[in-house]
């Protein structure tokens, strides 16, 4: 079975531009994550997929952060301007559903210059 | 509020000797708790879960969790520790949405162990 995947590995930017992650989760599953994760400290959850709706995103910096899943698969998570402070790992995820593990991809690891 | 918590930083030990990694939890209704494992430069890898049923809960890589209701606690265990071990572990908890019948997966601080050979 395939698992999540995630582009690009790694991404250098200089603050103010823009920037897209992009995931595919694994076959049928309808729940998706994307987290990010800054050096030292735990995943925080910024958004999070019912097949193509959002149940969550209270901490999704809205004025900067974008999110959406095409056809409750595939998903892009967008930063545009980005800020210094953005500097992280994007963490995309996905399960069946709301009660079953999150298998996770292997991330994006933003540097904002 | 809901919320999942890891007491320690780091936790260290010995080659051969049991460890445990400890995590708390605060939710509504009835918890589904996970453990994860993060090597460096790499995601998170599912260890094992508690939904319902026994207590003790087994998982990847010989490593298990003790569930305690009594004490909210959800502590990762295993018998004999190995060098390759040393990693980042993270809890996790499902906790309930306002609405919809939601929940959403949070996770803790994380705990460093470091198993000394």
């Known amino acids: 079975e395939a698992g999540v995947a995630q582009s690009p590995r790694y991404k250098i930017i200089e603050k103010r531009q823009s920037v897209a992650f992009w995931c595919n989760p694994i076959?049928?599953?309808?729940?998706l994550y994307w987290y990010q994760q800054i050096l030292g400290q735990g995943p925080k959850l910024l958004i999070q997929f019912q097949n193509n709706g959002v149940v969550d995103d209270s901490q999704l910096p809205k004025d900067r952060f974008s999110a959406e899943r095409l056809k409750g698969v595939d998903s892009t998570l967008k930063i545009q301007p980005a800020k210094l402070e953005d500097s992280a790992v994007y963490l995309c995820a996905s399960s069946l559903g709301m009660n079953t593990e999150a298998f996770f991809g292997q991330g994006t690891r933003l540097t904002v210059v | 509020a809901q919320s999942v918590a890891q007491p320690e930083d780091q936790v260290n030990v010995a080659e051969g000797n049991p460890l445990t990694v400890k995590c708390t939890y605060s939710v509504s209704g009835n918890p589904y708790l996970f453990w994860y494992v993060q090597y460096p430069n790499r995601g998170l890898q599912f260890l094992l879960k508690?939904?319902?049923?026994?207590?003790l809960v087994k998982g990847s890589y010989g490593f298990e969790a003790e569930f305690n209701k009594s004490q909210t606690s959800f502590h990762l265990k295993k018998p004999s520790a190995l060098v390759s071990d040393s990693a980042l572990y993270f809890c996790a908890v499902r906790v309930d949405l306002l609405s919809g019948g939601y929940n959403k997966l949070i996770f803790g601080a994380g705990t460093r162990l470091a198993v000394h050979p």
């Open positions: 076959s049928g599953h309808a729940t």
């Open positions: 508690y939904i319902t049923g026994d207590n």
